[in-house]
């Protein structure tokens, strides 16, 4: 009879802590529609994920074919800086073909911001021999540049010793990652974009004699963007771009550290070549006749940008 009665409680307890389990236990039924919808969420999430990843991976080699044998094609040199204690803008744009060898024809204007009013004049720049020379506009052809049409400044300034080609190379070098940015209109073209930053005082390789150069001095930074774009579909190269300091637009405020911005953009990579071109004081020669250059340096920043 003991037995019994233990018996029966133990089935009473067993009962009892099977019925207290389920009420603390939720069953969750999931339809298969459900299952199936975000199996294929995550499936497309893993698509884009890799294609993306696919895409930056190609920017970056194609960039780095580019450096390994660069292609002749149009370069643009985009620059804002802010003087008079910010009262004044002049944003410089120039633009044309240019040769990795170390050639380049850019022709363009140089707006200024001042007072309330805008004035705009024409500029050109020759590269040719490690010289840069750019056009000085005719109201600026007085005492000691009476007479003259250009001004010059050396190219390898900034350059290491010994060096083929610029810091700026072993900037681009240095690029092993970008970031998938979506797409712009380039031209009327969509392409895709990506973007990498870098310092410049950390790359190993970059010359003290780049990073002490003017234009940095006034960009008040050593960070750099680069930006690739690639077409969509081939993924080949359409443009590189490097820029730092300000935003280089006519707009653009000064900083604590920062009273200029720069970018150079390279693109329509092709047979192009660089050739003498029309400017404010006629046809130039290939360099300019000395008689025409002005004595004491000219475009400082220009030829510490340029990347060849």
Known sequence: MASRRVLAAALAALILGGTAACGTTKQVFTSPETSASVKATATATATATSATAASEKNAVYQLQGWLADPQPGTMTYNTIQITSGGSINAMTILSGPFDPAGTATLTGSIE????????????????????????????????????????????????????????????LNSVKAVQADGVTSLEGTTVDMFSAFIDLSSVKGIPATLLDSEPFKKAGTSKVEVDVYTAMGSGDLVRVTYKFGLPVQIDATATAKSSAGYEVDMSGFSSATPSPSPTPTGTASVPPGTSTVAAGTGDVDLAALLPF
């Open 112 to 171: 200024t911001l001042g007072s309330g009013s805008t004035t705009q004049g024409a500029s050109s720049a020759l590269e040719y021999d490690e010289k840069v020379y750019t056009s000085i506009p005719a109201t600026l052809q007085t005492g000691d540049r009476l007479g003259k049409s250009w001004e010059a400044a050396p190219v390898r300034d900034t350059w290491a010793a010994g060096e083929r080609l610029s810091g700026w190379w072993t900037a």
